[in-house]
């Protein structure tokens, strides 16, 4: 004789499994993030070599390019006397055009335009994090944008 508990347990256990499996899979895509997600805007920024600028004070990164989210985005504050015209300059050496107010500088490149927005920041001055919080500065300093 057949256990007719036995059955109905092991049934559920293989519907419950087979559940399990398909949920799985059809998460499997969304869990982590493309680990390429920011080389062209990390080639920018290593391009410029941002560091050697001044004292890198913060530096954050946001959006995944995705449908409802902004493009990837890297944001650095560099403290120095000279900061702001020293990024204006490797900015020009690196082919970069400036708008007319010099808040945004853009370079063309073969998959998409390449744009680094700069804000002047003196001490007491507030900057936007990766996470929109607002920060502020306590030293001359400059705010970059890279997308």
């Known amino acids: ?34 680990p390429h997600l920011y080389d062209k805007v990390n080639a920018v920024v290593s391009e410029l070599h941002v560091s050697s600028i001044g004292d890198v004070i913060y530096q ?51 998959e998409k335009r390449r744009t680094v927005h700069v804000v002047a920041l003196q001490p007491g001055d507030t900057y936007p994090d990766a996470q929109d919080q607002s920060q502020k500065v306590d030293r001359a300093a400059v705010f970059l944008s890279f997308n």
């Open 60 to 110: 954050g990164r946001y959006g995944t390019g995705g449908f409802s989210s902004s493009a990837p985005t890297v944001v650095i504050v560099v403290a120095g006397p000279n900061a702001y015209a020293d990024i204006k300059l490797a900015l020009t050496a690196a082919s970069f055009t400036p708008t007319p107010d010099n808040s945004a500088w853009s370079r063309d490149t073969l």
């Open 1 to 34: 004789m057949v256990n007719r508990g036995a059955l109905s347990w092991a049934a559920r256990l293989c519907v419950a499994s087979a559940v399990a499996l398909l949920v799985m899979a059809a998460t499997s895509g969304c869990v982590g993030s493309d």
